[in-house]
């Protein structure tokens, strides 16, 4: 149990991931080790295929259509939420570490702002979900899409999928993965998101967009649980582990030796296993999102 507290939670801009969104095409930022960049492999390792890479929405296509009973079953769900159903459910968990999200960034941040398409919540058996950057399926696993705005996350990836690429589906560390794509729209806001796109390869700007918006899911939880009102009980190094456990699980060298494949740093966008600890540990030990600068030397 990480939340303390009870009572409904703010679910305003936490919706269903079916339906909606925009149409075109932009740079659509992955978390958890699933990227535009990386997923192909991803994707093979997990389910054999790689049916999950992003495409260009077509007008009157993709997810922007009807919405599924499943989504409406989602939404209804994510109305019922409350601080005790995020201790022990998925979607309630992801609508709450928002909330703390939101109330935590203003004061470490000033001009802070939510993201205005805000989180969107994929049920499972969902297809897939249409944002400004594209029309992503279920296999993408988490992003951030910063055209509009919008944090994605996939019920069935928080569950299981992160499990089975050997990280922890633990609260904590879900919470983690929830942070890590708040830390690309805190990105978005003081303008370093589009450093992501500079060169390829271990040093690439891409890589140090990963590391930074992991440093920003460590200053977030350095603050969640302080002071008057926090959301989140003090932390317990177990806790910290568990984010550290996927931390680990979805750096670029380990997935590609989970996927039988030697590491080749030229191919990585996120970042080794050993940095992507090295910035979550960076921002969660110094509260400090000035210290999470990853574009400076050596990462």
């Known amino acids: ?5 009870n009572g409904p939670l703010d679910t305003s801009d936490v919706s269903s ?4 969104g925009g149409m075109g095409r932009g740079m659509m930022i992955g978390g958890g080790g699933i990227g535009t ?5 991803i994707i093979y390792f997990l389910t054999g295929s790689t049916g999950g890479v992003p495409q260009q929405a077509s007008p009157g296509g993709g997810a922007g259509g009807a919405v599924s009973q499943a989504d409406q079953q989602m939404d209804q769900h994510i109305k019922s939420c409350t601080i005790e159903l995020a201790n022990t459910d998925t979607a309630c968990r992801i609508v709450a570490t928002t909330n703390s999200l939101n109330k935590v960034w203003p004061t470490v941040l000033k001009g802070y702002r939510p993201p205005k398409g805000g989180t969107k919540i994929m049920p499972t058996g969902a297809q897939s979900i249409n944002t400004a950057c594209g029309v992503a399926s279920a296999d993408t696993g988490p992003f951030y ?3 509009d705005e919008v944090a994605v996350f996939q019920i069935d990836f928080m569950d299981r999928v992160i499990k089975r690429m050997g990280g922890s589906n633990a609260p904590f560390s879900q919470e983690y993965i929830v942070a890590h794509e708040f830390g690309h729209h805190v990105q978005n806001l003081i303008g ?9 390869g271990a040093q690439s700007g891409s890589v140090r967009v990963e590391l930074q918006a992991d440093c920003f899911a460590g200053v977030w939880a350095a603050h969640a649980d302080k002071g008057q009102g926090a959301m989140l009980k003090p ?9 550290i456990t996927t931390a680990q699980a979805i750096g670029d060298d380990t997935i590609q030796r989970n996927a039988g494949r030697n590491p080749n740093p030229e ?6 296993s050993a940095q992507r600890v090295k910035w979550f540990s960076q921002g969660y030990q110094t509260g400090d999102y000035q210290q ?3 574009f400076v030397g050596t990462v």
Do not use: D, W, Y
């Open 292 to 294: 999470c600068n990853t």
């Open 192 to 200: 370093t998101i589009g450093k992501a796109q500079a060169g390829v």
């Open 37 to 41: 960049v990386v997923i192909g492999l």
């Open 1 to 5: 149990m990480t939340f303390q507290g």
């Open 267 to 272: 191919s990585f966008s996120h970042g080794t």
């Open 235 to 243: 932390l317990n190094q177990q806790e910290i582990s568990s984010a």
């Open 145 to 147: 899409c910063p055209r």
């Open 17 to 20: 991931g079916g339906g909606g």
